[in-house]
DNA sequence: GCTATAAATGAAAGCGCTTACATTAATACT
DNA sequence: AGTATTAATGTAAGCGCTTTCATTTATAGC
């Protein structure tokens, strides 16, 4: 492989002269860079990369920390990342936390030790107090999926709240009025933020939330079936549940088909994050659309922006959710 | 950031020494490495992993191509991949491919641009040839769910011939005697090796595929509802259908309840992959399983071990599928 | 044509490590 | 004790670039 040593005496100039051509950083003037290139072609030379980011202090690689890189969610994600950086010529380094503190603590650690010149962390175990000590250190990093008043500028979230209201609204809109709610574990934000919407809609309503059509589950399969089957136990009725997450709805689904009640006929469901399979469920699951893939694009053009200095695209720092009305709601 | 020579001088011992106890390579007497390893924890050094890649010609990064980084299959491989290499220290490039000749070169390009010590490819789109001359090159690659003859060695595959012979023994083993097949692009090695074995499968049961039951689809899950609708309207009857992945067997489930065929009283499904929604679609589809994750962690350690001269384990190169039986397929 | 200024280029010092080779310290053997 | 080995450590030359600062070359102004 051809150095930067071998261009500059086939081209007839200093190192320092190529340098600058790779770079433009500095003005050449034309002819000179004429040779340059020509010499660069003939000998098929590719700078080093390591050794740009030795001298430069510049790794061009960005770090990124996911929960789990398979799953519906986080692939999407990490599409919208990948995409936004390759056209820069800058690449990903992905590591998965499995929403375990130490784990993600670790995963930090690795990128930073790998010289990421940022991070792209999707965190949910760390406490806010380690991310915003982390935030007082050199490296850079946004949050996605988080949000941390005090690094506010740093987060890029979804208004969870608002999918909670939107998703809860639907069902009064078609008529529900007793409507059961499986939320996620309370501990997490989102989980939260999604359950004060659903009781937001329902005091426009004039309803207030039924304590006994309340479950905590854990966003995973089990806790929609467990949800639903503990629901049912209370005796209670409803024509419609809300699930705080599409892992959950699918769960309480199969669980419903189970026990013999008609979905949606007898029972509405609605879902949340509008992953993947959401399309593939029976019946097609109507659900709250998370645009986790934009939301991961603007994390990258957010470190493009304050990490190399890219202008351009303004930065989306709060998402919207939208509606997404299939085939698990009925109007009653 | 504390650097080795920093370390040296804290610990009174030259930069050769502090190098010796961090890569432990060569003897240091126990008391050496005591004082420098105190310093290190005093300084809070870290080696800085650029610096250690252009010393030592060792980038200690794997570059990783898929076709895409969403959906369920890449999602699984990368997951497999990534957690044998952060255990090992070494970290991973990702970059997608999309299935595009051109975007699959480039990315190949990129990831050699990135100084990878090694690189595994899932591509599609590039051909045998293209993969030979790279494998001639000093950049080490393995390829998963490919085979080419002449870089066996480099091969991680599954016996797709059997999970087709799996996929439809399964089917006359229930009974059924006609039965249609949707493939996946017959241009796709995968595609002709299920086929192949679900042909085998009915020889021997002295039948043969009839090729008014056979349908190429596009491993989408458009092509399963197409090619259900398009056998359906040949007129033939049959009382169970494969399709050579789960995506298009998704699809053809649909067609069929829209069209008010009940699955799988009226008809058996057989799906590819068992890919994560597999499980969430209604009926649950019985698959063929691709431990994909298996693989990709087959591919890593591959990699450790002809890279990174690491032992151990064995590297399995070829995978057998294996039958799951769900709910989507009835005796007969 | 000569100086003042700006533009282009070159020289060389790192960036923070690894490693071949040289040197010194420790141990073994007569 | 003195030499031959072996083990442990040190010296210093890179790895392939970037970048500061100095130098040279071009342009302008008179």
Redesign the pocket.
């Known amino acids: ?1 051809a ?3 071998e261009v500059s005496k086939l081209a ?9 051509v ?2 433009n ?5 034309e ?2 860079r004429r040779k340059v290139l020509d010499a660069m072609a003939q000998l098929d ?4 990369s390591i ?2 980011s ?4 510049r790794s061009n690689s960005i770090g990124v920390l996911v929960s789990e890189l398979h799953g519906p969610f986080y692939g999407a994600m990490l599409t919208g990342i990948e995409a936004e950086f390759r056209a820069a010529g800058k690449h990903v380094i992905i590591t998965a936390g499995h929403s375990d503190l130490a784990t993600e603590q670790d995963g930090i650690e690795f990128l930073k030790s790998r010289n990421c010149d940022a991070l792209i962390l999707h965190v949910e175990a760390v406490s806010d107090d380690y991310l915003l000590a982390l935030a007082a250190e050199e490296t850079p990093f946004v949050l996605l999926n988080r949000h941390i008043p005090a690094i506010a500028d740093r987060c890029i979230s979804l208004n969870n709240e608002l999918g909670g209201y939107l998703a809860t609204r639907h069902l009064l809109q078609q008529g529900h009025r007793k409507i059961a709610y499986i939320a996620g574990p309370m501990w997490k934000t989102d989980a939260r933020d999604r359950y004060h919407g659903h009781q937001r809609a329902l005091a426009e309503y004039q309803l207030t939330a039924d304590p006994a059509l309340f479950f905590e589950g854990d966003f995973r399969e089990t806790g929609g079936s467990k949800g639903l089957e503990s629901l049912l136990k209370t005796g209670k009725t409803f024509s419609a549940l809300v699930c705080a997450n599409d892992e959950m709805a699918s769960g309480a689904i199969t669980a419903a088909r189970e026990l013999g009640l008609n979905i949606p006929q007898q029972l509405s469901v609605m879902g949340y994050d509008n992953v993947n399979f959401a399309y593939y469920t029976y019946p097609k699951l109507s659900t709250i659309d998370y645009p986790i893939s934009a939301m991961g694009q603007m994390a990258a053009r957010w470190v493009l922006r304050e990490v190399y200095q890219y202008d351009g695209n303004e930065v989306q720092q709060v998402f919207e959710p939208a509606l997404i009305s299939r085939d698990s709601v009925l109007a009653v």
């Not at 007839?12 to 600058?20: P, Q, Y």
């Not at 030379?45 to 080093?48: A, K, V």
């Open positions: 492989m150095t930067i040593y007839g100039v200093s190192l320092a002269t190529v340098s600058r790779m770079n950083n500095t003005p050449v003037k002819s000179t030379y590719r700078p080093n050794a740009q030795l001298a430069s202090n």
